[in-house]
C-alpha cells in the first residue's frame, strides 16, 4: 500500500479536473487510467482498462448540472488495480472496470455534496458577495477548489484501500479465461458507446449514415488484417 | 499581465460551482484583475459594485463563459450603466450554454475520444494514444476559451453577432457527422485490440454488444448504459468467482 498516498495525490489533481480546475480532460478514463497504470508499472494494463471505460464514458457526457459519474479519482481506482495485480492476468481488465466504474458512481454522488457544501458557504457569505467584497468571492473560490481537491483524494484513498484487497481475492478465484473476460467486458462496454453515439449524433442530418459507413470501414479494416 | 491571470482564472471558473449562483462567483473571480483597473482601484465604490453584479448568478457553458468575461470587463471599464450590463449577463446565458453543450460536451469530447480510441485499435503505443487525445481536444479547448476572450473584448456589448459565426452556428453538425463515422470505425477497432488475436471471441464480443446497444436505444432514457455495464460487469464477476 505504498503507493496508495502518490495515487491519492494522482486522484485529487484528476478529480479535480472533471469540474473545477483546468477541464483539459486529463480526467478522462483513458488518461486516468493509463497514467495510474504506469504509476504503479503496467502502463499497458492501465491503457487497456482506460480505452474500456473510455467506450462507456462516452455515454456520460457532463452537460449543465446532470449528475454523471466523476471519472477522474475513479480511473485512478480501476487502472492502478488492474496493474498491480497484472500478475494474474486473466479478470484484472475486468476487476479494474468493475473497480472504477463503482468508485465513479460513489463519486458522482460526492461531487453533489460539494455543490451542496459550496452553496453552504456562498449563503454564509451572502452579505459580503452583496457588498462586493474581493476576499469573499476569492476566499469563495479558493474554498472550492481546495474541498473539491480534498473530495477526490479522499475518494480515492478510500476507495483504493476497501476495493484492492476485495480484487485481489476476487482476482485469485478467477475461473474464466483472459481473453474470454476481457471479451466479455468490452463487449458490454461497447454496446453502451454504440448506443451513445446513436443517441448523442442522430439529432445531426445523416449522421446515422455516417455512423453506419464508418462500421463498415472499421469492420472492413478488421476482416482484412 | 491582466489577461493573463484573467485566462488563468477562466480555468478555474466553476472552482465554487454550486446549485444557487452556479458559475456566478466564477465570472466575478475571473473578472476581478479587469475590475481593479476602474478608476479607484480595489477600494472604490464602483470597483464594489462591479464584484457584486459580476458575482452573482450565471449559467453557460464554462469554456464559451470567457466570450462574457471579454464582454464584461469591456462594459465594466467602459462605464456602461449597471442595468445594462445586467440585462446583457442574463441574455448571454441561454445562448453561450446551448452552443458550448453542442459544440462541445456532444462534438469535440466524443470527436477527440473517439479518434484517440482509433489510434489505439490499431495498436499505438499508450503515451501516443493519451498525447492524441490531449492535444487534439486542447487545441480546440483552450483555442475556444482564448478566441471568447478576444471576441468579447473586442465587440463588448455587440458581441451576440460573434455568436453567429459559421464555426459556432453549423460547426456543431459537422462534428456531429464526423464523430458519428469515427465512432463507427473506432469501436470494432477497440474491441479487437482488447479483445486480443482470437477471431472468435471478437466475433463474439461485437454480437454481444450489438445486441445490448441494440437494447439499450430501445429502452433510451429509462437505463442508464454505464449502470446497466456496472451490473453486468459484476454479475460475470460473481459467476467467474462462484463456478
Redesign the interface.
Known amino acids: 500500500m505504498r503507493e496508495l498516498l502518490p495515487l491519492s495525490m494522482l486522484g485529487g489533481l484528476l478529480g479535480l479536473d472533471v469540474v473545477c480546475f483546468p477541464q483539459m480532460m486529463i480526467s478522462r478514463p483513458l488518461v486516468g487510467a493509463t497514467v495510474a497504470g504506469a504509476f504503479v508499472g503496467d502502463t499497458t494494463t492501465g491503457l487497456l482498462v482506460g480505452a474500456t471505460l473510455e467506450l462507456i464514458a462516452l455515454a456520460t457526457l457532463p452537460f449543465g448540472a446532470s449528475r454523471y459519474p466523476e471519472w477522474g479519482s475513479a480511473a485512478v481506482v480501476g487502472g492502478a488495480i488492474a496493474a498491480a495485480l497484472h500478475a494474474e492476468p486473466a479478470g484484472t481488465v475486468t476487476v479494474g472496470v468493475l473497480a472504477t466504474l463503482a468508485t465513479a458512481w460513489v463519486g458522482g454522488w460526492t461531487l453533489v455534496k460539494l455543490r451542496v457544501w459550496n452553496a453552504w458557504l456562498a449563503r454564509r457569505k451572502r452579505g459580503a458577495l452583496e457588498h462586493g467584497s474581493r476576499g469573499a468571492v476569492v476566499g469563495l473560490q479558493l474554498a472550492g477548489l481546495t474541498s473539491d481537491l480534498v473530495r477526490a483524494m479522499l475518494l480515492t484513498a478510500v476507495a483504493y484501500g476497501l476495493i484492492f484487497p476485495v480484487a485481489r481475492a476476487t482476482v485469485a478465484l478467477w475461473s474464466f479465461d483472459e481473453h474470454i473476460s476481457r471479451a466479455v467486458t468490452v463487449g458490454a462496454a461497447s454496446a453502451v458507446a454504440a448506443a451513445a453515439a446513436w443517441t448523442i449524433f442522430h439529432s445531426a442530418r445523416g449522421a446515422r449514415w455516417y455512423f453506419a459507413g464508418g462500421l463498415l470501414l472499421g469492420l472492413l479494416i478488421l476482416a482484412m488484417r | 499581465m491582466t489577461w493573463v491571470s484573467i485566462f488563468i482564472r477562466t480555468?478555474?471558473i466553476?472552482?465554487?460551482?454550486?446549485?444557487?449562483?452556479?458559475l456566478g462567483?466564477?465570472v466575478?473571480?475571473a473578472l476581478?484583475p479587469a475590475l481593479r483597473q476602474l478608476p479607484g482601484g480595489?477600494r472604490s465604490d464602483a470597483?464594489?459594485?462591479?464584484?457584486?453584479?459580476e458575482?452573482a448568478y450565471f449559467?453557460a457553458h464554462?469554456?464559451l463563459t470567457s466570450v462574457a468575461i471579454g464582454a464584461l470587463a469591456k462594459a465594466e471599464l467602459s462605464g456602461v450603466p449597471p442595468e445594462r450590463i445586467e440585462r446583457f449577463r442574463t441574455a448571454l446565458c441561454g445562448p453561450l450554454?446551448s452552443v458550448g453543450?453542442r459544440l462541445v460536451?456532444?462534438g469535440l469530447?466524443?470527436f477527440?475520444?473517439?479518434v484517440?480510441?482509433i489510434a489505439?485499435?490499431?495498436g499505438a503505443r499508450?503515451l501516443a494514444?493519451?498525447a492524441i487525445?490531449?492535444v487534439m481536444?486542447?487545441a480546440g479547448?483552450l483555442g475556444l476559451r482564448i478566441w471568447g476572450l478576444r471576441v468579447g473584448w473586442t465587440r463588448g456589448l455587440a458581441v451576440a453577432g460573434a455568436l453567429a459565426n459559421p464555426m459556432l452556428r453549423n460547426g456543431?453538425?459537422y462534428i456531429?457527422?464526423?464523430?458519428?463515422?469515427?465512432?463507427?470505425?473506432?469501436?470494432?477497432?477497440?474491441?479487437?485490440?482488447?479483445?486480443?488475436p482470437?477471431r472468435l471471441?471478437?466475433d463474439?464480443?461485437?454480437?454481444?454488444?450489438?445486441?445490448?446497444?441494440f437494447?439499450?436505444?430501445r429502452v433510451?432514457g429509462r437505463v442508464?448504459?454505464?449502470?446497466?455495464?456496472?451490473v453486468?460487469?459484476?454479475l460475470?464477476?460473481l459467476v467467474?468467482?462462484a463456478?
Open positions: 480555468l478555474a466553476q472552482g465554487s460551482w454550486n446549485y444557487e449562483t452556479l462567483n466564477g466575478g473571480f476581478e480595489v470597483f464594489k459594485a462591479a464584484m457584486a453584479r458575482s449559467n464554462p469554456y450554454g453543450d460536451w456532444a469530447l466524443p477527440s475520444s473517439l484517440a480510441l489505439f485499435g490499431i499508450p494514444v493519451v487525445f490531449l481536444y486542447n479547448h456543431p453538425a456531429a457527422r464526423a464523430a458519428a463515422a469515427v465512432a463507427g470505425i473506432a469501436i470494432p477497432l477497440t474491441v479487437a485490440r482488447v479483445v486480443g482470437s471471441l471478437l463474439g464480443a461485437l454480437i454481444l454488444g450489438a445486441v445490448i446497444a437494447g439499450l436505444v433510451h442508464e448504459g454505464w449502470k446497466l455495464v456496472l453486468l460487469i459484476a460475470f464477476a467467474s468467482v463456478r
